[in-house]
């Protein structure tokens, strides 16, 4: 089955470590992208990457760090740097085009503490 | 700057109809999506407006004004499913999507 895997579904750290979101996709897209979403906001862009070895700040980049080494993969690191990083993070990618809607991974919560 | 509003929450009644507006000063537009997210799961894709009209999809149809900046999402013959937050984000000039901060919606019986 085609689709987008974050991994875990749960994270729990202490605060002052940094820590690394999974997001992988086998649809052959191009686009990948991270947003965090906090309760009762809408999701914020954290970083995106429109293609392998290129990658972009969103609205809220400070403290997050991401790499593409790979079409499939955009691995997110939180560091110690992120002040509020307890929150609900979510992988999604696209596929070349403007009228092709963003399809999201199932998302990590992360908690730290 | 970028804003996108929308209603925090909404309550209707089962077999029932139900309309959440949006509204979007955004710089640029290369089109308006609507997505459904329930609690504590991913957001999956409803609908896509580039142009003016009504886009109809089953049960749910979706609206765009352009010049008028506002679109809207109508959910026909409501069931309980369909309790979810309804997030409106629209396309900006960069490709990126920018989303409203989601409408809680609440199907009681």
């Known amino acids: 089955d085609g689709g987008i895997t974050q991994s875990p579904k749960y994270l729990f750290r202490k605060e002052g470590q940094n820590v690394t979101l999974s997001c992988e996709q086998n649809l052959n897209h191009d686009a990948m992208y991270w947003y965090r979403q906090d309760p009762g906001q809408g999701l914020r862009l954290i970083y995106y990457?429109?293609?392998?070895?290129?990658?972009q700040k969103g609205d809220i980049a400070e403290g997050y760090s991401v790499s593409r080494e790979k079409k499939e993969s955009f691995p997110l690191t939180v560091t110690s740097a992120q002040k509020n990083p307890t929150a609900f993070y979510l992988c999604a990618s696209r596929d070349s085009g403007a009228a092709y809607e963003q399809y999201f991974g199932p998302g990590t919560r992360l908690t730290v503490t | 700057g970028q804003n996108i509003d929308q209603p925090t929450e909404m309550t209707a009644t089962e077999g029932a109809i139900v309309q959440i507006n949006c509204t979007y000063q955004?710089?640029?537009?290369?089109?308006l999506f609507w997505y459904q997210q329930h609690a504590g799961e991913a957001p999956t894709f409803l609908s896509y407006?580039?142009?003016?009209g009504l886009e109809e999809k089953g049960r749910f149809s979706s609206f765009l004004s352009r010049s008028k900046g506002y679109s809207y999402l109508l959910l026909k013959e409501l069931q309980m499913k369909d309790s979810a937050s309804y997030l409106c984000a629209v396309r900006d000039s960069g490709g990126k999507l920018i989303f409203g901060q989601g409408t809680e919606l609440s199907v009681k019986p």
């Open positions: 990457s429109q293609i392998v070895n290129d990658f």
């Open positions: 407006n580039v142009l003016d």
């Open positions: 955004t710089s640029g537009f290369n089109g």
